[in-house]
């Protein structure tokens, strides 16, 4: 499976980044001229077997802060340039990078925050038995709608079933999902509510 997958993540993306590249560009200034610098938004999430990686996405939120100096909430801080990039799945445009360095793949489990990791029941953990993706199994299911336990039933049905097949499907299926901008967030959050712990987050 690695191999392969390897090499039909490498091809795709090679022309994915051809093609992308002036849009990229694009949105590069935009960003710029709405939200200022930095352009790139860097954290580390979880990868393969849990080993953190840097992430790229374009930034959607502002930095401003309160009056104690501490971030406001995100929902405070995102704006309506950013609302649009996340709807439309354009912010995640940069982790064609991290595909292309072999952090990450174009199908796979989406990369959530490291704190989760101690977090995930055992069978939740085995989501990180394959590379993190740009989209995936979960993601044309209902996205940010489903709670984390559906989520990530998902998730291991992907790890347990992959196939050429259903990469395929999951990556024709995706730009139909995106353009009817389905699941982009729970009701009350900018994307979905902390995962707590198994039984929680729901």
């Not at 990791?117 to 709608?145: C, F, S």
């Not at 559906?150 to 992907?158: A, C, G, N, P, S």
């Amino acid at each position: 499976m690695c191999f392969s997958k390897r090499l039909f993540d490498l091809v795709l993306t090679t022309l994915g980044l051809v093609i992308a590249l002036p849009l990229m560009l694009l949105i590069s200034l935009l960003v710029w001229i709405f939200l200022g610098v930095p352009i790139l938004f860097r954290q580390p999430r979880p990868g393969y077997k849990g080993r953190p990686f840097i992430t790229y996405k374009f930034r959607t939120m502002t930095n401003r802060t309160g009056a104690d100096g501490k971030l406001l909430p995100d929902a405070e801080r995102l704006t309506a340039f950013g609302r649009f990039l996340r709807s439309t799945s354009l912010d995640d445009l940069p982790q064609l990078f991290n595909i292309m360095r072999g952090e990450m793949s174009l199908v796979g489990p989406r990369p959530l925050l490291m704190q989760y990791l101690k977090r995930y029941t055992p069978e939740q953990m085995r989501r990180h038995d394959v590379l993190p993706g740009l989209t995936g199994w979960a993601q044309i299911h209902g996205r940010n709608t489903l709670d984390w336990e559906e989520k990530f039933r998902l998730d291991v049905w992907y790890v347990d079933n992959w196939s050429f097949l259903l990469d395929l499907k999951i990556l024709l299926l995706t730009p139909w999902k995106v353009f009817k901008r389905e699941g982009i967030s729970q009701p009350g959050h900018v994307t979905a509510e902390e995962f707590k712990g198994s039984g929680e987050g729901k």
